[in-house]
């Protein structure tokens, strides 16, 4: 009796094995690419784990100039199945090169026309707009006698001279799209004079689009030029952190999606970029930014301007896409000497 008892347990075992395999091998995987701050990732996948359980989603997370330069670099053998919640601007260079799909999500009739591909079947689709903002240390200005300011051109005051951090465009999102915009409102010549001039009271350029707005709220330096979104939940946090937003106008670039261009297109893929436009996700973007590509019943966040598209500069993707690799070359060949170094 014994032995058929043992017998029988260790039959179970193997069923129960088989079947965890079975499950195991229904398990399917993809990789994503995305320059998404960590702060929001996981908080944006809980409801895609909640829908799909039996997809594992293997997150690779960087700076815009840095997915960019692998998706590039990966051109003839790519790794990342989707690219999810990175510059428009950036998606446009990988596409030029023929590494994108066309693929029209789940709901994309839903997506306003200026927030994505114009192509039937749409090479990338945005999820929501970042626009660029001053974060202005209160505190550190009134100690230090500073004016507030409040226009691209304030910037130039040399009351500033070594008190403003910004985001390297090489390697940031909202440096890119900043620069773009000084290019796009001033036209060129007038832009690089500009930024010569900026550069005066530039005291260092970071690799992050936050970053500026991170090291203003500790005080290391008295303005931050960053994305709105940041000094103004740094600011909900304590910090005496004020966003400014521009009077010229911001520059702003869209997190957006795509399907990357492989020899095997993953199944999966194609349900992540769906559930990406979807009324849940929506809603958690829209909890950071004024702008999301389908509307959500949320209020805009305070802090922002009441009418945020007003905000919004005239922007050419494809320009700024065209243009890129030129504007960076030379950016870096006049301005890198600030740079912090490489995290």
């Keep these: 009796m014994k032995?058929?008892?043992?017998?029988?347990?260790t039959l179970l075992l193997i069923f129960v094995a088989a079947c965890s395999?079975?499950?195991?091998?229904?398990?399917?995987?993809?990789?994503?690419y995305t320059a998404l701050e960590d702060d929001m990732i996981e908080t944006y996948l809980t409801s895609f784990h909640d829908q799909y359980p039996d997809i594992d989603v293997n997150i690779v997370r960087d700076s815009t100039g840095v997915i960019t330069s692998k998706l590039l670099a990966e051109k003839d053998a790519p790794v990342a199945d989707v690219v999810w919640g990175t510059a428009a601007t950036s998606l446009l260079v990988a596409d030029q090169q023929g590494m994108l799909e066309g693929y029209a999500p789940e709901g994309i009739d839903r997506v306003a026309a200026p927030y994505k591909d114009s192509k039937e079947e749409p090479h990338w689709v945005g999820i929501n707009a970042w626009m660029t903002g001053f974060a202005v240390n209160t505190v550190e200005m009134e100690d230090m006698g500073l004016d507030i300011p409040q226009s691209y051109e304030d910037l130039l005051d040399p009351q500033y001279k070594d008190l403003i951090v910004m985001p390297?465009?090489?390697?940031?999102?909202?440096?890119?799209?900043?620069?773009?915009?000084?290019?796009?409102?001033?036209?060129?010549?007038?832009?690089?004079?500009?930024?010569?001039?900026?550069?005066?009271?530039?005291?260092?350029?970071?690799?992050?689009?936050?970053?500026?707005?991170?090291?203003?709220?500790?005080?290391?330096?008295?303005?931050?030029?960053?994305?709105?979104?940041?000094?103004?939940?740094?600011?909900?946090?304590?910090?005496?952190?004020?966003?400014?937003?521009?009077?010229?106008?911001s520059g702003w670039d869209l997190e957006a999606?795509?399907?990357?261009?492989?020899?095997?297109?993953?199944?999966?893929?194609k349900t992540f970029l769906d559930w990406a436009i979807s009324d849940e996700a929506m809603k958690e973007y829209s909890e950071n930014f004024a702008i999301t590509s389908v509307p959500t019943d949320k209020p805009v966040p305070e802090g922002f301007p009441e009418n945020p598209e007003e905000q919004l500069i005239e922007n050419d993707f494809n320009w700024a896409?065209?243009?890129?690799?030129?504007?960076?070359?030379?950016?870096?060949?006049?301005?890198?000497?600030?740079?912090?170094?490489?995290?």
């Design 257 to 269: 999606n795509a399907l990357v261009k492989k020899e095997e297109i993953k199944p999966a893929a």
């Design 168 to 249: 390297n465009p090489a390697s940031s999102g909202t440096g890119f799209l900043t620069v773009s915009a000084f290019m796009q409102q001033m036209g060129e010549e007038e832009a690089w004079d500009y930024m010569d001039k900026l550069h005066e009271n530039i005291g260092m350029y970071t690799h992050s689009g936050s970053k500026p707005a991170k090291l203003a709220g500790q005080g290391e330096y008295p303005i931050g030029i960053s994305f709105g979104y940041r000094g103004i939940t740094q600011a909900e946090k304590g910090e005496p952190i004020k966003t400014i937003f521009p009077e010229e106008g």
């Design 321 to 343: 896409a065209e243009n890129r690799g030129t504007i960076l070359d030379q950016w870096t060949k006049k301005y890198d000497g600030k740079s912090a170094p490489e995290e």
């Design 21 to 32: 395999d079975g499950n195991a091998e229904q398990k399917e995987e993809i990789t994503v």
């Design 3 to 9: 032995k058929w008892m043992l017998i029988s347990a």
